[in-house]
């Protein structure tokens, strides 16, 4: 494997060796996920069939989870709340690529828009096989700053919204469904401020899957709870002001990237992790190590 190896120097710990090793850790990155890309095309279309919807699918690790299923062969719905020319081009770039999809417009903190998108997605595919519930929000800030209300909005959309899409959902899925949460590593362990409230979220996630895989094993549906570490995306910037704690804490000193989220999404929804539930699954650099 071409894989850039770093060599012990004595000047470790000096500033300008980190950053360089940092730099060679996002190349050393760059260069496997090409090789990847590669070895993916090849490979077999492993959801062939299949009816994924995606909550949140319009930006972000939602929208590379829609467009790596689609890759995958499945048949992808989307739901997003504000952003219309978002969800569309999601939608167009699957197209593009051979594939089907549809956006539906449903705020995950509003219960009967989320029933109805999960009955369009099933009226309009005549099936339901895979639910990602990744619609989530965070409100960084101090904790003794954080208001009632901000509480109530990121539990509405990160814990009502997935009991509300996956109660919808689960009334069409048969054996070999999968559901797929989009935790978090702080749903884990934090090593970072700002986030209690959200954190709150993403540790009651971790024990719906729980308590769900075992609710439900009995159908042959499986509930998996896939745990990112800090993601670039709009929601949480590689450059923004609570980047720093978040990179410092992971053991690759680096943020991860959508796709890596999206490849275990894939491999989650996909025949090889039969046996897999209950699980949650940390793709974190190395945050929760
Ligand atoms: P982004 O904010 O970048 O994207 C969020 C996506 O969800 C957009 O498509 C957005 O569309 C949609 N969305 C936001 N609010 C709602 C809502 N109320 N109802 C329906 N859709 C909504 O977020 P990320 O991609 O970073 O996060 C996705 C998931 O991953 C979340 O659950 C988040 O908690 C989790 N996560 C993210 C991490 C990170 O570091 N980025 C780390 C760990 C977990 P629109 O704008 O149209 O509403």
Redo the contacts with the bound molecule.
């Keep these: 494997m071409l894989r850039i190896r770093l060599v012990e120097q004595s000047v470790t710990g000096q500033p300008e060796f980190l950053a360089m090793l940092s730099v060679q850790n996002q190349l050393a990155y760059e260069v496997e996920t090409s090789q990847k890309e590669r070895r993916r095309k090849t490979m077999s279309r492993k959801l062939e069939g299949k009816i994924a919807l995606v909550?949140?699918?319009?930006?972000?690790?939602?929208?590379?989870i829609a467009k790596r299923l689609a890759a995958d062969g499945a048949t992808i719905a989307?739901?997003?709340?504000?952003?219309?020319n978002?969800?569309s081009a999601v939608v167009k770039a699957i197209e593009k690529s051979g594939g089907k999809a549809i956006a539906i417009?449903?705020?995950?903190?509003?219960a009967e828009a989320?029933k109805a998108a999960v009955e369009k997605a099933f009226a309009t595919f005549g099936r339901l096989d895979v639910l990602v519930?990744?619609?989530?929000?965070?409100i960084p800030k101090p904790f003794e700053e954080a208001t009632l209300e901000e509480m109530d909005r990121v539990i509405?959309?990160?814990v009502r919204?997935v009991f509300v899409a996956t109660q919808a959902a689960l009334k069409h899925m048969k054996s070999g469904g999968r559901v797929i949460m989009?935790?978090?590593?702080?749903g884990e362990r934090v090593a970072a401020p700002g986030l209690v409230p959200?954190a709150g979220t993403?540790g009651a996630v971790k024990m719906f899957t729980q308590a769900l895989a075992r609710e439900i094993g009995s159908r042959g549906i499986t509930v998996n709870n896939v745990?990112?570490?800090?993601?670039?995306?709009?929601?949480?910037p590689a450059a923004g002001d609570w980047a720093v704690p978040?990179k410092a804490a992971t053991a690759l000193d680096r943020?991860?990237h959508?796709d890596e989220?999206a490849a275990l999404v894939a491999f989650v929804a996909g025949p090889e992790s039969s046996y897999i539930t209950g699980a949650n699954l940390t793709v974190?650099g190395g945050m929760n190590a």
């Design positions: 909550t949140g699918g319009s930006r972000g690790i939602g929208a590379a989307i739901t997003y709340s504000k952003d219309a978002a969800a417009q449903a705020d995950a903190a509003n989320v519930n990744n619609a989530g929000t965070a509405d959309i990160n919204g989009i935790g978090s590593a702080v959200y993403k745990q990112p570490g800090p993601i670039d995306t709009e929601l949480n978040q943020y991860g959508v989220v974190d």
